[in-house]
């Protein structure tokens, strides 16, 4: 179910996620539908996901497909590689989706995170890959320790 799914977390500064909730009984379909897609994109490299199956704490099943980016421009991207999805699988194909995807897709959310280095504790491996962006600025820290000292 994940494809191309090698994160270079450091430089990533987005996250997509999306879950897909299973109607019950229909995880064959789940399967097909997953297949087709994995197999339409396997010679993208610019497509890439991961994909989690919830274990439990759920009613039924669902699935979080994690998209990570470097920037918006992917989402544009991932609108170019659909079309070419489309190309690949033609009429029939999309309307074998599209079945699928009704048989078998209780619902779906989006949701699009972006990293925020001064809210966060990044690995020491991520500052050193990325100074740049990780690194948090020390103005504000020596600013309320000089207040403090008055």
């Known amino acids: 179910m994940s494809i191309h799914d090698h994160v270079d977390i450091p430089h990533q500064r987005y996250w997509e996620f999306t879950v897909f909730r299973i109607k019950p009984g229909h995880e064959k379909e ?17 497509a890439h996901w991961a994909t989690f199956e919830n274990q ?10 994690a998209t990570p980016m470097r920037s918006l421009s992917e989402v544009d991207q991932e609108m170019t590689d659909d079309k070419q999805l489309k190309d690949t699988l033609g009429a029939d194909g999309m309307k074998k989706l599209a079945e699928l995807e009704t048989a078998c897709v209780e619902s779906v959310s989006s949701n699009l995170f972006q990293f925020a280095p001064k ?12 100074p740049g962006f990780w690194k948090r600025s ?3 820290a020596k600013k309320e320790a000089a207040k403090a000292k008055q």
């Open 30 to 46: 789940w399967s097909d539908l997953t297949k087709i897609y994995t197999d339409g994109y396997a010679k993208t490299p610019e």
């Open 138 to 140: 020390a103005a504000p």
């Open 56 to 65: 439990y704490g759920s009613d039924g099943g669902a699935c979080l497909v």
């Open 119 to 130: 809210m966060s504790y990044p690995r020491d491996e991520w500052v050193k890959a990325d």
